[in-house]
C-alpha cells in the first residue's frame, strides 16, 4: 500500500534526523531523499563526502538513494563503508536496519532478515527498545512479504509489545490486523484493527486515520457485518471529500463495491468502481488506477 512505503520512509527519516547531528550537505540529502528527490540527495551525498570521506550520515544517505534507484551493490557498499565508520552499538543498528531495508526492496528477503536480526542485536546491546521494536516490525514486513503470514503475525506481535506510544501502538495493531486478515481468522483482524483505528483516530495522521477507517471497514466486511462495514466506509469517504484527499476517497469507493457485491447490489457495485476511477483518472494517478483493478477484479 501506499501508505505503508511511506511510513517505512519516515519512520526511519526520522530516527536519522533525530539521533544524528548530521552535517549541512548530509542532512540536506536526508531532506531530499524524504521529499523523494533523489537526484538532489546524490548531490549533497556526493558534496559531503568529498568534504569528507568518513561522513558516516553522508554514507547512509547515499546509500539509501541508491537502493530506492534499484542500485543494490552500490547501496551495500555505502553501508559497508558506514558501518565502518560506526563506533557503537547504536550506530550499527542503524547502518543494520537501512541495509535491510535496501534487501527487502531488491526482494532478497533471506538477507534482509538476516540484516535485521543484526539490527535487533545491536539494538539489544545498545539497550534501545525503540529499535528493538522496529527491528521487529521490519522483519515482519519482510514475512509479509514473502507471504509468510504466520511468522509475520509472530514478529508483529513482539513488536507490539514494545511499541512506547499511540502512534507505536496503532501501526502494530494494524499490522497485526492484516497478517490476522491474511491468515483468513478475521474475527482476530477486526478485534486489531478497531485498536488501530483508535489509536490512529486519537493521535495519528490524516493519512493512517484515513487508511485505518478503509482497513475496519474491509475487515467488517471479512465478517460478514455489512452494515458496519457500509457505516464506516461512507463515514471516511465523506471525510476523503470534504479534506481534499482523493486518494482515500477512491479507494473507499472500491471497499464499499466489494461490500455491495456481497450483498448482491451489484448496479451499486459498478457505479462506486466508475467513480472511483474517475478519481483516478481526473488525478493521473496511475497507481491509484492498478490500485483499483486489483480491489476490484471480478466483483461484476
Known sequence: ??????LTVLT???????????SDDASSCNKAYDQLDLATALTFASKA????KHDKE?????????????????????????????KNPFDKT????????????????????????????????????????????????????????????????????????DNERGESYESVALAYHLLAQ????????????????????????AHSSIELGRYYAATKNF?????TLNKIIKFAKDQGGAYYEAYGYCILAQVKSATGDLASAKTLIDQAKQIAKAA?????????EKETQGLL
Open 227 to 231: 452494515a458496519s462495514a457500509e457505516r
Open 186 to 209: 478475521h474475527d482476530s483482524a477486526l478485534e486489531y484493527q478497531i485498536k488501530a483505528f483508535l489509536m490512529h483516530e486519537k493521535a495519528g495522521t490524516l493519512d493512517q486515520y
Open 12 to 22: 526511519t527519516s526520522l530516527f536519522l534526523n533525530t539521533v544524528y547531528a548530521a
Open 1 to 6: 500500500m501506499k501508505l505503508q512505503k511511506a
Open 284 to 292: 493521473n494517478d496511475q497507481a491509484l488506477t492498478e490500485e483499483i
Open 49 to 52: 563526502l568529498t568534504s569528507n
Open 94 to 165: 542503524i547502518v543494520a536496519l537501512v541495509t535491510g531495508h535496501a534487501y527487502k526492496d531488491a526482494a532478497q528477503y533471506d538477507q534482509a532478515i538476516a540484516s535485521y536480526e543484526q539490527s535487533l542485536a545491536q539494538a539489544k546491546i545498545a539497550n534501545s527498545k525503540a529499535f528493538e521494536r522496529v527491528a521487529h516490525q521490519s522483519i515482519g514486513n519482510v514475512h509479509l512479504k514473502a507471504k509468510q503470514y504466520q511468522s509475520a503475525l509472530a514478529s508483529y506481535l513482539t513488536a507490539n509489545t514494545l511499541a512506547a506510544n
Open 58 to 86: 553522508a554514507l547512509i544517505c547515499q546509500g539509501r538513494v541508491f537502493s530506492a534507484q534499484g542500485k543494490l551493490d552500490d547501496a551495500l557498499s555505502s553501508f559497508k563503508l558506514a558501518d565502518k565508520e560506526s
